[in-house]
């Protein structure tokens, strides 16, 4: 919200002394958060997708974990719009590397057996598959680093990830599916279900 205020004002006194230094604390403490795994990337730990459960091969319903897809994809927003403000205000550039690096790093999205985008670090099936819940997909929307144009593959797992979840949902979440199925270029699918919001 921070960084799409500028984005509309292109306030600069706004940027530097207002949003600045909060991006940059969340940017911090996200550093503070992540470490390596066993490949090098960076993730969250812990970890946990909101609202919804993963069943592991052995059978076992859990929560919580590390490098969880919603984690990552909303600090890469965070990052890109970091490096974005500092850039613009030609402040902390070797703070700006040092991020730069680490964005650079992040554990990939994955996309799993199924063709969806994947949810969790390994490709867990869900407890409930249609559950209300896609914060998995942040990077579509409300982020921007998950388009049609310049990422058609992840776009296209975004999209399956929605078909398996189906369009029966609550008001919160489906005003959130609206807008996922409009990044998508998919107005009808967003007007259905637009239509569905209002009965």
């Not at 189906?166 to 919160?172: A, N, P, Q, R, S």
Request: aromatic share 14%.
């Amino acid at each position: 919200h921070l960084w799409e205020h500028y984005q509309f004002t292109q306030d600069m006194q706004y940027l530097e002394q207002e949003a600045y230094p909060i991006i940059k604390g969340a940017v911090d403490f996200c550093l503070d958060w992540m470490v390596k795994d066993k490949n090098g990337n960076y993730i969250t730990s812990p970890s946990t997708s909101p609202e919804n459960i993963f069943i592991t091969p052995e059978g076992y319903n859990g929560a919580t974990l590390y490098g969880a897809t919603s984690d990552l994809a909303m600090i890469r927003e965070l990052f890109k719009n970091y490096i974005n403000a500092s850039e613009i205000l030609r402040i902390d550039e070797n703070y700006r590397k040092k991020v730069e690096i680490v964005f650079n790093q992040l554990y990939p999205y994955k996309i799993g057996k199924k063709g969806n985008l994947q949810e969790w670090y390994y490709d867990w099936e869900d407890k409930d598959p249609a559950h209300r819940h896609q914060s998995h997909l942040f990077g579509l929307y409300p982020g921007h680093h998950i388009s049609i144009e310049k990422s058609p593959d992840l776009a296209n797992a975004c999209k399956t990830s929605l078909e398996i979840k189906g369009d029966k949902t609550t008001g919160w979440s489906k005003g959130w599916r609206i807008n996922l199925w409009a990044r998508l270029s998919d107005g009808n699918r967003a007007y259905k279900m637009y239509k569905e919001l209002l009965t």
